[in-house]
């Protein structure tokens, strides 16, 4: 975006005003003038809010912070307040952007057509593996299988030498103490994504859900969920990759379709993606992913987060936020937060569905 030339006898701000409607996102200008002399003004500020996912609050900021530096006549915020409100703020048209890790369900797709006038879009932008993140000091590299997953999220194995964690972990010496169980409260995409991959390897019993159907006690936020696996001895949990290696939490390996217990790192979680299929229509960037395939080398829980975005009228500041969270330099850095970038092909598709900016 061009800025404006300044003068000594005008100010003018641009506020945008994100509103639901059958036509697009609309905005609002308010023009002031004086005859008298003035300083001059700060610059032209254009204000581009989006909201939801938690999982990508790391890639958000860092992308922002960057953003800002080359634009600074925009002002982007982000509110991590989960997938499930974000899709609801876009759907309001409370924000211009919904981050969500998992696609909307038929309604909130038929909703967010409505509130677009055409058609909503999902853009696959952060790569966000999901730790199971423990705090047992006396046993570092732990290692679990799918199966073992299922028997401790679903209460069934309550101590932590029961007899399948110990098949797990040949040679290690494991405490009979009592294992806590911590699970996301509320809707989750990352709980979504979880039980997604357990219901596919682990004989997990429930569908997969955005709510919590197991065994434990439920914490709100990605963030609350650190804390609380940082301050309790013995415990277990799942959170974004970021939020555990900013916390120096311990992650387990977690066994593949290909029968390795492959550690969490940037690289393993992107060899996941690689295989991902595109599902979704109309050129709708929605992914599934086969947890069956066997993909050597690859960390098996990882996460998508989207960008929801009206597809049919391109706003041009959505768009110029995205263009540069999709360029080389937006997605260099992830892994650096701890996310995977997306993998070349799926990322020339991204780019290809933002087309121009202006």
């Not at 061009?2 to 905005?27: E, H, M």
């Not at 055409?118 to 046993?139: D, F, I, K, Q």
């Not at 995977?340 to 933002?354: E, N």
Request: overall charge neutral; glycine content about 10%.
């Amino acid at each position: 975006m061009a800025r404006l030339t300044r003068t000594a006898k005008s100010v003018l701000v641009v506020v945008l005003v994100l509103v639901a409607g059958a036509a697009a996102v609309a905005g609002a200008v308010v023009l002031s003038t004086s005859n008298e002399e003035q300083p001059a003004p700060e610059p032209v500020v254009a204000w581009l809010r989006g909201s939801g996912s938690t999982a990508q609050k790391g890639a958000m900021d860092a992308w922002i912070s960057e953003f800002s530096r080359v634009h600074p006549e925009l002002r982007v915020t982000y509110e991590p307040n989960g997938s499930n409100s974000g899709i609801e703020d876009f759907i309001a048209g409370r924000s211009a952007f919904a981050g969500s890790d998992v696609p909307m369900t038929p309604e909130e797709q038929a909703r967010a057509d409505r509130r677009c006038g055409g058609r909503a879009e999902h853009l696959p932008m952060v790569v966000g593996p999901v730790a199971v993140a423990y705090n047992l000091s006396s046993v570092p590299g732990l290692r679990l299988s799918p199966a073992t997953l299922t028997g401790i999220f679903t209460g069934r194995l309550t101590e932590w030498n029961a007899r399948e964690i110990a098949a797990d972990n040949h040679a290690r010496r494991l405490p009979g103490t009592r294992v806590h169980v911590f699970h996301r409260s509320g809707e989750s995409g990352t709980t979504q994504n979880l039980t997604d991959f357990l219901r596919a390897t682990g004989g997990w019993p429930y569908p997969p859900s955005r709510t919590w159907p197991g065994a434990g006690r439920g914490v709100t936020s990605s963030s609350g969920m650190t804390q609380v696996l940082q301050h309790t001895g013995d415990s277990i949990g799942y959170v974004e990759y970021g939020f555990a290696s900013s916390a120096r939490l311990r992650t387990a390996a977690v066994r593949n379709a290909a029968g390795e217990f492959v550690e969490l790192s940037p690289e393993s979680a992107s060899k996941a993606v690689q295989g991902a299929r595109v599902v979704g229509r109309e050129g709708d960037l929605v992914l599934a992913f086969d947890h069956r395939r066997k993909v050597p080398g690859a960390y098996p829980i990882v996460q998508v987060t989207y960008e929801i975005i009206c597809a049919g009228r391109p706003d041009p500041l959505v768009r110029t936020f995205l263009d540069y969270t999709a360029s080389d330099a937006g997605q260099s850095y992830l892994a650096l937060y701890g996310y995977a970038p997306l993998p070349h092909d799926l990322l020339t598709q991204v780019r290809l569905r933002l087309g121009p900016t202006s």
